[in-house]
């Protein structure tokens, strides 16, 4: 599991380096190098072990693709998702469009979170956490709709089992 947070830079090519902590866990855990680089809202991003993405993506094949909310959903992380896989000297190169649309230059954040991790603008992270002195509301973001979807694949998971 991923956990804790480290400020990280993004170097002039749009890379990071994976924190050591986070890079113990891949290899504990025999996850291997590849990725799946995305975002639900532009935001933030997300970094998936390719291996975790993909048990995802098979809960996810049990909706049907005529599914509006599977769709849009799908089109969401597509839109600023790529595979990437670490490089010699473990690191990782943040999709163009995600860099961008995310303001990631420079000195940002990188978050355990479970199974994934979470990289935002420190600026960002800083202002959702409370940490500027301010409390505000994470924005709306594709959190619901992947719920919502999270939900029903157990739910059909559980009925292809019967």
């Not at 010699?88 to 190169?93: I, K």
């Not at 202002?127 to 999270?150: L, N, R």
């Amino acid at each position: 599991m991923f956990r804790g947070s480290y400020e990280v830079k993004v170097d002039e090519k749009g890379r990071i380096k994976l924190p050591g902590g986070f890079a113990k866990v891949l290899e504990r855990n025999n996850w291997g190098r590849e990725f799946f680089v995305t975002s639900y809202d532009g935001q933030i991003g997300q970094i998936w072990p390719l291996v975790k993405w993909e048990e995802k993506e098979a809960e996810w094949a049990l909706i049907p693709d005529e599914s509006r909310e599977k769709q849009r959903f799908m089109d969401q992380v597509n839109f600023y998702g790529q595979q990437i896989e670490l490089d010699g000297q473990d690191r990782l190169l943040l999709p163009q469009r995600l860099r961008g649309k995310a303001k990631l230059a420079g000195e940002v954040d990188i978050l355990g979170s479970g199974l994934f991790m979470k990289i935002a603008n420190h600026e960002l992270m800083e202002a959702m956490v409370g940490g500027s002195g301010g409390e505000q509301a994470e924005p709306v973001t594709m959190t619901e709709s992947m719920e919502y979807m999270a939900e029903l694949a157990i739910q059909l998971r559980s009925q292809a089992k019967a």
